[in-house]
């Protein structure tokens, strides 16, 4: 059937989300495939092409919003979150720009230092040039950004979103060393040296916390040097430099204080600033990869903080262009004792840097396990609460355990407090102050309500007064509550799926929203009470105390060593904070959600209206602003507290109410008006079990949380995991194709991408191709069917075109696939599975998938394809006409050979340079049938499709480059050794007069070689006593060096 509207279709407003987290592999040059996967989930963001079906079909939005990435591919996951930052419904930031870097900056002949032949340089500390070339085109590209921020096409339907958070890892060379407690309070030191930097993005939040992603000078600069931070490999870039201490009106400065907050780099212990070398403190990083090449943990632990405002599904990605295959290799299959040699390789190199994913595997599947079990005790408990019979005092034997683990819960919160207060004074070494803090730390450790017996005769009644005490003012109990009534909601929306706008279903499906939106507002509003809590604590700790206050510090707590009055103290900041000063903020409050209309849904669609989001950010504002203004009274409120709290001892009957207790009201209410306006006995019933639910979850809560707590379970849902590899991307164009046919990168230790121009967009191509294959092929599951049917059932309805569902599927499949065949098999399927409401079976399911994977593919091939000729002829052009340099050849306009992979292409391309135009005799065949055919880019290698003079070149720059570096090593020591001078001559005759020398005598063609291996040894002998390591180092390359000109030169006389 063929569409006849001109048009394309108005994105839908979609029931569900799908919700993705990315990981992104280290992998030196084979971040450049990454980045060609990265730039499909931002595609799939976007809704472009394939990905507007994909949407139609699980009836969801598409969203990346947690993102981690270490080494080069921490590279990609910072362009990726900037991308995602910087685009909205209006405007894009188009993360295809970036390939560019790859693809133009990604060069070894640019990367590579520039050495004097003849003259060693003394301030050198790595073969490649981090800190000017490479962190300056980065920041340059980041600046180009803003330049090219394009309007967002009419035809696209784009995912919107809230939060992001990006995950980076670094090395700490001299490593975090801090101090905690055992359960006696001894003081314990430990180092780490592994540096996370968290970069949170928060929509609506930017003028409160910032925006990490903001298009500043210096913005630009901090992301780029986090860049180098994460990706410097050892040797080959230079180790970075971050300074902790701020340097007013010092931009650099200004630059580290960005990294310093991203990575939290302040929390630590440091020595006196006047002992360190330059009276400063800074500290050193390198590689993120070297101690943590696959960054899992942060995604897992954040991928399920989300509020959700309709039903959404979650996958985890990891990328992993060369995964690990062992079943197939020697050593597996002989299990032959190893040797002495390769027990030292072994021991000290390959398996001390072997990093395996099988420990986070087998997390995320006991997560998925502890999970699993939590819903069937969650569906237990909520089947006992509407149990006419229920009575909650059955509950007893369980009550001591859960309200320790509450109590225990809340001392962590408060010791975190007070460590991030110590670290200010450790800064500004007020040693005085850290101590104080240190005591206090370790007073609440020890304070017997969570450790030990009470000194009271009845330590159930001890437990359940500071309990009865604390119960109103933990926010993350009444958190826990939203999340959970949520989450009921939600499983009561999946069973009613809106179809048509005068169905039941329809109204009663939006009134949910309605709930689940407010409900989530006032979980944020939760989220934002308990850091202002978590701020203001921290700024009272800070302040020096006055009057009764004081006395009550220095004589109650740290003379007497009371953990109870620590406990008082910080207990009585909170209730001051909650109680006494909100009044006026939270009735706006209630108006403001009161006043949310009931019966426009389109109001409710959360993702689509920014304003809506800004003014309750502002009212959230408002109420925190009013908890923590500036009171003269401040202290003496909070004095008057404990003084209360010591007299009542642990009751609570305080005539004010708590701002939590006032937020649990007002939902209770909330739910019962809900109910009040249903007239069918269906929804009433509804509504009685989420009330039900709601009233009694302290009893839920009593069973779920110390499991929750104890097993450490963070989610409530299971973690759907993901690889994206050249090996498993088997659909459309990937079919029968593995990493050797695909990837160029993966040579030489996967440095091979920075080689050749044509192998970097190659990468790229084959990680876009991979990278659609893998998204659709995880997205699209044979439930889509019903979803499907909701989303063009509901479309369809007061259409003036596209009326019917064979017209809209029709113009849906136009929209998204121009290939005739392609597009009339998608149709034919997707008209039967809308009218049957199933796919026949799992063959015709695969054939549906394996059709739009290559639609995708072919328009990926049609736009990359030409880049990757192009950028071969251009390499191959720049290398002959070196080489027509060096060798003084005569002119020739036309290069000596071409890519054989990219030949016919390449002789049209440059025929059309010629005329301008192509001649019909130089047409090229059509690009995906060649590309599935002829194309090979990915089979080349360095031996072969590099010329002998260029890898000569790049071992003797690198070879002088090290030289340089040993020198910036042992200065004036190494100079004046006369063994360092025979190297360095050898160097000379190597970089600049062996094609002569070689030319006037073909005696030397064979002999040189053996001097040199000759003398080498020798100077190795001798030169090793001074510098271990970059003796070596010098003498490999150098060996390396003449293996490949010796074979260059048999190569030469055999084409000869």
């Known amino acids: 059937m063929t569409s006849t509207a001109t048009t394309p279709l108005k994105k839908p407003s979609f029931c569900r989300e799908i919700r993705l987290g990315l990981v992104v592999y280290g992998g030196v040059s084979l971040a450049i495939y990454m980045n060609g996967v990265c730039r499909e989930f931002y595609n799939a963001i976007r809704g472009r092409g394939i990905y507007k079906l994909i949407k139609a079909l699980t009836d969801s939005d598409i969203v990346v919003d947690i993102v981690s990435g270490t080494s080069a591919g921490g590279i990609n996951g910072i362009l990726l979150s900037y991308a995602i930052a910087n685009s909205d419904q209006q405007n894009l930031a188009d993360f295809k720009n970036f390939g560019q870097i790859w693809r133009d900056n990604g060069d070894i002949d640019q990367l590579l230092r520039e050495p004097s032949p003849n003259k060693p340089k003394n301030n050198i500390d790595s073969v490649l040039d981090g800190e000017g070339y490479y962190q300056d085109q980065l920041k340059n590209a980041l600046d180009k950004s803003v330049t090219q921020i394009n309007p ?7 995912s919107d979103f809230k939060e992001l958070d990006l995950f980076v890892t670094g090395t700490d060379v001299l490593g975090k060393v801090s101090k905690t407690f055992d359960q006696t309070g001894k003081e314990i030191e430990i180092k780490d040296h592994r540096t996370v930097f968290h ?42 430099t971050v300074k902790l201490d701020p340097i007013p009106g010092d931009p650099d400065s200004e630059v580290d204080q960005k990294l310093v ?10 020595p006196n600033r006047d002992l360190t070398v330059n009276k400063t403190h800074q500290l050193y990083f390198i590689d993120g990869g070297v101690l943590d090449n696959r960054p899992f943990s942060y995604t897992i632990n954040e991928i399920f903080c989300r509020t959700a405002y309709r039903p959404v599904t979650r996958k985890l990605f990891y990328i992993d262009p060369a995964p690990d295959s062992f079943l197939n290799t020697p050593q597996f299959r002989n299990m032959a004792k190893p040797n002495i040699g390769k027990v030292i390789t072994d021991s000290l190199i390959n398996l001390p840097r072997y990093e395996s994913i099988g420990t986070d595997l087998a997390r995320i599947q006991e997560l998925n396990q502890k999970v699993t079990y939590y819903r069937m005790l969650r569906e237990t408990l909520e089947n006992e609460t509407f149990d006419s019979h229920f009575n909650t005092s059955e509950n007893s034997n369980n009550k001591e355990l859960y309200l320790r683990c509450r109590l225990i819960a809340l001392r962590d919160r408060v010791i975190n407090r007070i460590s991030n207060t110590k670290q200010v004074f450790v800064l500004s070494q007020n040693k005085k102050k850290v101590s104080e803090l240190e005591t206090a730390i370790k007073l609440i450790t020890q304070f017997p309500s ?34 959970f009534l949520n989450s009921k909601i939600g ?16 109204v009663f499906y939006w009134k949910l929203q309605r709930l689940v939106y407010i409900i989530s507002w006032h979980a944020e509003l939760l989220k934002l009470i308990q850091v202002t809590i978590n701020l203001t604590m921290e700024n009272i700790l800070k302040a020096n105390f006055e009057g009764e206050l004081k006395k009550f510090w220095y004589q109650e707590i740290l003379e007497k060593e009371s953990g109870e009055n620590t406990y008082l103290f910080l207990l009585a900041i909170q209730k001051t904070l909650l109680v006494d000063k909100i009044h006026q903020s939270w009735e706006n409050w209630k108006q403001a959600i009161q006043e949310i209309p009931k019966n426009k849904p389109e109001y409710l669609l959360y993702t689509n209206n920014e304003e809506n989001s800004k003014f309750f ?3 959230i504002d408002q109420i ?51 109910k009040s306006e249903s007239k069918n006995q269906n929804e009433i019933d509804i509504f009685n079990d989420l009330i039900n639910t709601f009233e009694n979850f302290e009893y839920i809560d009593a069973r779920l949380y110390p499991c929750e707590f104890l097993s450490e379970i963070q989610t409530k849902s299971t973690i759907a995991l993901e690889r994206i590899s050249p090996n498993d991307a088997q659909f459309g164009l990937g079919k029968g194709k593995t990493q050797n046919d695909k990837l160029a990168g993966d040579q030489f230790r996967a440095f091979g991408g920075f080689f050749k121009k044509s192998w970097r967009s190659n990468d790229i191509l084959w990680g876009r191709l991979d990278g659609l294959n893998r998204l659709v092929e995880s997205l699209v599951d044979q439930n889509f069917v019903s979803r499907f049917q909701n989303v063009v059932t509901r479309e369809i309805d007061g259409q003036d075109h596209c009326n019917t569902a064979e017209a809209y599927i029709s113009q849906l499949v136009d929209d998204c696939i121009k290939y005739p065949e392609i597009n009339q098999k998608v149709k034919e399927c997707l008209i039967e599975v809308f009218n049957t409401g199933k796919i026949e079976n799992d063959e015709k399911f695969n054939d549906l998938l394996n059709n739009i994977v290559l639609a995708g593919q072919r328009e990926i091939v049609e736009t990359d394809l030409p880049v990757v000729v192009q950028d071969a002829i251009e390499q191959q052009l720049k290398w002959n006409q070196e080489s027509k340099a060096n060798a003084q050849k005569e002119s020739n306009s036309s290069p000596e050979f071409f890519d054989q992979t990219v030949n016919q292409f390449a002789a049209v391309e440059l025929a059309n340079l010629a005329e301008h135009s192509l001649k019909a005799n130089t047409t090229p065949p059509d690009l995906v049938e060649y590309f599935k055919t002829s194309y090979q880019v990915g089979s080349e290698t360095l031996q072969e499709d590099i010329p002998s003079a260029v890898r000569s070149r790049w071992i003797n720059t690198s070879v002088l480059n090290l030289r340089d570096m040993l020198v910036t090593w042992k200065g004036e020591k190494i100079l004046k050794s006369p063994v360092f001078f025979i190297l360095v001559t050898l160097f000379k005759i190597i970089y600049g007069d062996l094609g002569k020398l070689l030319k006037l005598n073909g005696f030397l063609k064979f002999i040189l070689p053996v001097i040199f291996v000759g003398l080498g040894v020798f100077c190795f002998i001798q030169l090793i006593k001074i510098a271990p390591l970059f003796t070596l180092l010098l003498v490999v390359s150098l060996l390396i060096s003449l293996v490949l000109i010796v074979l260059g030169l048999v190569s030469n006389l055999i084409s000869r």
Request: with cysteine.
């Open 624 to 674: 925190t602003t009013e908890m923590t203004k500036k009171d003269e009274e401040n202290e003496l409120l909070i004095m008057q507290e404990i003084e209360y709290l010591r007299k009542e001892g642990y009751s609570y009957s305080k005539t004010e109410e708590s701002l939590l207790i006032k937020v649990d009201h007002f939902l209770q209410e909330l739910l019962k008006e809900s």
């Open 261 to 270: 907050k991203w990575g939290q780099l302040n929390n630590r212990e440091l």
């Open 617 to 619: 950010v502002r009212q």
């Open 450 to 483: 969570v450790n030990k017996n009470f000194d009271h005769q009845d330590e159930d009644l001890k437990l359940e007064e500071i309990s009865k005490k604390t119960q109103d003012f933990d926010v993350q109990f009444f958190f826990r509550k939203s999340y």
């Open 199 to 240: 970069l949170r993005y928060r929509q609506d939040r930017i003028e409160q916390i910032g925006n990490p992603f903001s298009q500043t000078s210096i913005n630009h600069k901090a992301l780029a040097k986090l860049c180098r931070i994460t990706s410097c490999f050892p040797v080959a870039f230079p180790v970075v």
């Open 491 to 506: 499983s009561v929306i999946e069973l009613f799926q809106p179809k048509l706008q005068e169905n039941q279903d329809f």
């Open 152 to 158: 967002n096409p009419d035809d696209e339907w784009y």
